[in-house]
């Protein structure tokens, strides 16, 4: 019993990290209006920034800046390759997708090329592998706490600057209507422009939890994490910010639950098995899609 | 002929022929990756019956394509009518548990392969031929009424509706073609390399298919052949050096083809032009 | 008495949607605190005028506001300048409150503009009322005053009202006419795109007539009021 309660406490760590992808992923999908499958590689990308610099300075501060500015500038640079794939006419999101596995295919090659030699990546445990509580069975590691207290705060700040600020307004009325939020005047592009960044903000920060959880990247990491967040955003409705913060935190306790009883690769699998019945029963997703 | 040529060769037939897999359902805007994991299934079908039960070649053949198909017809009843994405995430669910399924289980050899698969004599030649019999059937579909029903799906599934088009049953329709033509790469590509590894069959695949598919042109079948040839025969002719970096190249192509010519590079209006140009001459 | 200078001068005016034209080369003005209204049949180009002026659709021409042209400016910046368009069909964001649409208003525009959310309550007491209601909830003459309080809220000189009386009852048409009245006391300049014939002349001072994207007619509203066969003569 203690191991499985053990095993949802690991759950809400790495499921707060999947709601943290998943609600970048679903900004893009209602400001931008594109799917981002490679959102997941940035981040991955940007742990090994953390790392390289981490390797060269040994000064936490720095490589965490470096998460930070490498997600920022991975999210800006995409931006002129979506909005050239969105100007024309006759679109589809299909479009954006196809795109961004490309961008996907891009960066895993180079990671498992160019950085490291395509070995995984490790990142040094700063907490001296001390826990921070430890009651039986349950341990809660340093990063583990730091990975669940900080996507619980960046949540909440997310949805406070979503629903008490002007950008945040203006986020929502274009993700409920673009046309008619062009047709009042509102600044369109610039705003698709800023959730970029918002996105490559909250990315870089989603790369600095996930060091601090899992203590190591690797160019597979973010593939598989890639679908998974796709996944998430589909089964949950594509684009709903709410539905992708309960199935996210579920989607980390059961694969927690199923990484303890079962043998690794099968933890992949249940997650989508799972995801494909409620797609099946529910195409439209558990919450209802928020986007056509 | 060399080694290294005549398996240019043949994976660049295996290659168009999964190609076509994908090209086939997008007609309708399905984006069936539900093939790869068909691919797996009778490929590692056709080693067992091939080395544990004796098979002859044209018998695992055969039930190889019916395999691929009646695979695609159940789950092409359980997904109806649900949205693009939906068909992806059912796609990847079954790559993922057909590759998992396969490595944890030692009949199939897990992780490390299964081996011996008996060689086939003039397997290209069956291979040439077992191609152009699909190409045939491709290019009858594309030029009949359900071509044309196709097209009008694809390009407002709302205006089909109302002209009494049933993209359902047409999407169920070629999804089923699709698994069987999967099934028949599977089979030909167990036969042909000898051995299977799991690894094979996982979402680079996908990302190869999407983009040899999106290059070569996904309004019809003919654009395929030559980026199949390119995309995925040329880098077995290439030292592994260069290679071993192809996924990069699929991935700045991809993106390149999305952003430049988004239509891919044979399209329909490209082959009108050739035919004029033939008729003119 | 002071000529008053022309707030709003349109110079050859083209728009088309792909091959369709709109807009075929209309030519026209308004001066400051006049009501101008576009009279025509369905099709006839009014709402795309008036959505070419914010740019909301691509135009060939001048469209030149206090002097300074404006076409080709991005919308939020022709906002900002002090044109605000009330578009067709009351559009609000249903999933917000009322007073979010508002907020939306109130953040664009010139900065010294001197409008408040209060003046806006006064015209509109019903929005108060409703302010943390979801704009869903509202109904379609409310949705219609919320539309109109944000484009307000931008400060604007200049209002493009864009088919005002569509989808609402005649006795919700009666009060936005009677705002849109109003308004125009208050210092608004108003250009009119509006089906119901009669009640547009009723408030404005002059009037374009135009069918299939051109001018046909222009004159004082009163003196087209006044005659008797002026329906069939324009709107068939």
Redesign the interface.
């Known amino acids: 019993m203690e191991i499985v309660l053990a095993q949802i406490v690991n759950g809400f760590s790495l499921g707060s990290i999947y709601v943290l992808l998943v609600t970048g992923f679903n900004l893009m999908l209602l400001v931008a209006r594109i799917i981002q499958f490679a959102y997941p590689q940035f981040v991955v990308l940007s742990m090994y920034a953390s790392w390289a610099v981490l390797e060269s300075t040994n000064n936490i501060f720095l490589a965490a800046l470096a998460a930070i500015i490498s997600s920022i500038i991975l999210n800006l640079l995409s931006e002129p390759i979506f909005r050239r794939i969105n100007n024309r006419e006759n679109v589809d999101i299909n479009a954006s997708f196809v795109a961004s596995m490309g961008l996907s295919m891009i960066i895993v090659e180079i990671m498992s090329h160019s950085i490291n030699n395509g070995f995984p990546v490790s990142f040094p445990d700063y907490w001296g592998g001390k826990n921070l509580f430890s009651f039986g069975y349950i341990n809660l590691g340093r990063g583990e706490f730091y990975a669940l207290t900080g996507g619980i705060i960046l949540v909440a700040i997310f949805f406070y600057l979503l629903y008490h600020t002007?950008y945040g307004?203006?986020f929502?009325?274009i993700a409920?209507?673009r046309k008619?939020a062009?047709?009042?005047?509102?600044?369109v592009?610039?705003s698709s422009i800023l959730s970029y960044l918002v996105a490559g903000i909250l990315g870089g920060i989603i790369a600095i939890l996930f060091s601090m959880l899992l203590g190591s990247a690797s160019p597979w990491l973010g593939e598989s994490v890639a679908l998974k967040v796709l996944a998430v955003s589909i089964t949950a409705g594509l684009g709903n910010l709410k539905g992708g913060l309960y199935v996210g935190l579920s989607l980390g306790i059961l694969e927690s639950l199923a990484v303890g009883f079962l043998a690794g690769s099968w933890a992949n699998v249940i997650a989508f098995v799972l995801m494909l019945i409620v797609v099946l029963t529910k195409p439209e997703g558990l919450f209802g899609a928020a986007i056509e | 002929m060399s080694i290294t040529f005549n398996y240019f060769i043949g994976f660049s037939f295996i290659y168009i022929l999964m190609a076509w897999a994908i090209y086939l359902p997008y007609r309708v805007k399905d984006l069936h990756f539900l093939t790869v994991a068909t691919m797996a299934v009778t490929a590692y079908f056709s080693g067992v019956a091939a080395v544990n039960w004796g098979w002859p070649f044209y018998l695992v053949l055969i039930s190889g394509i019916l395999l691929g198909a009646l695979i695609s017809y159940i789950i092409s009843f359980v997904i109806g009518d649900v949205p693009t994405f939906t068909v992806v995430i059912v796609g990847i669910t079954f790559i993922f548990i057909t590759k998992t399924v396969i490595e944890n289980t030692d009949y199939l050899g897990g992780t490390m392969g299964f081996f011996a698969i008996p060689a086939v004599d003039n397997i290209l030649l069956i291979m040439t031929g077992i191609t152009l019999v699909i190409s045939y059937f491709l290019y009858m579909i594309d030029n009949s009424q359900l071509g044309r029903a196709a097209s009008v799906i694809f390009a407002d599934k709302k205006m089909a509706y109302s002209l009494g088009i049933k993209p359902k049953r047409i999407g169920r329709l070629f999804q089923t073609i699709s698994g069987g033509i999967a099934g028949s790469a599977g089979v030909l590509y167990a036969y042909f390399t000898g051995s299977l590894f799991p690894d094979f069959f996982s979402f680079h695949l996908v990302g190869t298919l999407m983009t040899i598919v999106f290059i070569g042109g996904y309004s019809t079948m003919w654009g395929i052949i030559f980026s199949a040839l390119i995309l995925g025969g040329v880098p077995i002719l290439l030292p592994s050096a260069v290679s071993s970096w192809k996924n990069l190249i699929y991935g700045v192509l991809l993106v390149s083809v999305i952003l430049i010519k988004p239509d891919g590079l044979i399209t329909k209006k490209f082959l009108w032009k050739i035919k004029n140009k033939i008729k003119g001459m | 008495m002071k000529s008053k200078e022309k707030l709003l001068e349109i110079d050859s005016l083209y728009l088309n949607y792909g091959s369709i034209k709109a807009v075929k080369g209309i030519s026209l003005y308004l001066k400051k605190n006049e009501i101008v209204t576009l009279v025509g049949a369905n099709g006839a180009g009014k709402s795309s005028l008036l959505?070419g002026i914010?740019n909301?659709e691509k135009t060939k021409g001048d469209i030149l506001f206090k002097n300074n042209k404006i076409n080709n400016l991005?919308?939020?910046k022709?906002?900002n300048k002090g044109i605000?368009?009330i578009?067709e069909g009351h559009?609000?964001?249903?999933?917000?409150t009322v007073w979010?649409n508002l907020?939306?208003?109130v953040?664009?525009g010139n900065k010294d503009k001197d409008i408040t959310l209060e003046e806006i309550y006064n015209y509109f007491p019903i929005l108060e009322k409703r302010k943390e209601q979801k704009a869903g909830t509202l109904s379609g003459g409310e949705q219609q005053m919320l539309?109109i309080g944000?484009?307000l809220l931008?400060g604007p000189e200049l209002l493009l009202v864009d088919e005002p009386s569509l989808g609402l009852a005649p006795q919700i048409v009666q009060d936005i006419f009677t705002i849109l009245k109003k308004l125009n006391k208050d210092g608004f300049t108003i250009l009119l795109a509006e089906q119901n014939v009669k009640k547009s002349l009723e408030i404005a001072d002059r009037a374009y007539v135009l069918k299939t994207g051109e001018i046909v007619r222009e004159g004082k509203a009163n003196d087209m009021l006044a005659e008797s066969n002026f329906m069939d003569l324009y709107l068939n």
């Open positions: 002007h307004r203006v929502r009325a409920e209507s008619t062009k047709q009042v005047g509102l600044a592009l610039k | 959505k914010m909301i991005a919308t939020e022709i906002v605000s368009i578009p559009l609000i964001f249903s999933s917000m979010e907020q939306l208003g953040y664009q539309s944000r484009a931008s």
